[in-house]
């Protein structure tokens, strides 16, 4: 059973660079059957695909994000990042990672998902 | 860019009741479409996938139907637990999520 687990500070400072860490369990990274993604859901709002990275290490970014965002992977440590800069409080959200299937695309495995609250 | 609408919003229905959620997408999408589940604290339930094939362990009384701009996802009896939120999402070429339908219980 394939699990994903979010991890990284839960409060930053306007400005600040967000970090966030996924650790996968019960499959590996090094797998060109999947790309391994961020969501995000702001409070009270709806789903938004961050970015993917792919085994390759090629990476796929929402180009309302791209200008400020990093994903990376560690595959010694079956872990893939995210980093995102020069935040706000518009970044305020619930931080998913999950695994998308190469060929249909869809996202079938979520970790539990991490708060990230962006405050002065 | 293409966009996803869903409609209703919010619904309100008795248990065993059918429901019906549609996703319409701004173009032509052929079949690459997906619904998710999402209960409120929880991460999103993968349900359908290529518009029409059940996931693995979703109840049956979920289907999924559509191509083109067109879907829908169906509850055939409505069950308690299905109290949620579903959003489609589109796999034309960048993952892109729909508004959401919050499904509540009369």
């Known amino acids: 059973q394939v699990q994903l687990q979010e991890s990284g500070p839960g409060l930053l400072k306007p400005s600040q660079t967000l970090s966030l860490t996924c650790t996968v369990s019960?499959?590996?990274?090094?797998?060109?059957?999947?790309?391994w993604s961020w969501i995000r859901q702001p409070p009270r709002k709806g789903l938004e695909w961050i970015g993917y990275?792919?085994?390759?290490?090629?990476?796929y970014y929402n180009s309302s994000l791209k200008s400020r965002l990093a994903i990376s992977k560690d595959t010694s440590k079956n872990q893939f990042s995210l980093k995102l800069n020069s935040v706000t409080a518009a970044d305020t959200a619930v931080y998913f990672c999950?695994?998308?299937?190469?060929?249909?695309?869809?996202?079938?495995?979520w970790g539990q998902g991490i708060l990230v609250t962006v405050s002065s | 860019d293409i966009q996803l609408t869903q409609s209703p919003s919010f619904l309100s229905a008795s248990v065993g009741d059918r429901v019906t959620i549609t996703c319409r997408a701004s173009?032509?999408?052929?079949?690459?479409l997906a619904w998710y589940q999402q209960k409120p604290g929880r991460a999103p339930r993968l349900l359908i996938y290529a518009a029409s094939t059940l996931q693995s362990g979703v109840p049956s009384r979920f289907s999924g139907s559509g191509s083109g701009t067109e879907f829908t996802l169906t509850i055939s009896s409505l069950q308690p637990e299905d109290c949620a939120t579903y959003y489609c999402?589109?796999?034309?070429?960048?993952?892109?999520f729909g508004p959401g339908t919050k499904v509540d219980i009369k």
């Open positions: 999402q589109q796999l034309n070429r960048y993952p892109l």
């Open positions: 173009q032509g999408i052929s079949r690459h």
């Open positions: 999950a695994r998308v299937r190469g060929g249909t695309e869809d996202f079938d495995y």
């Open positions: 990275i792919y085994y390759s290490g090629s990476t």
């Open positions: 019960g499959g590996s990274i090094s797998s060109g059957d999947y790309f």
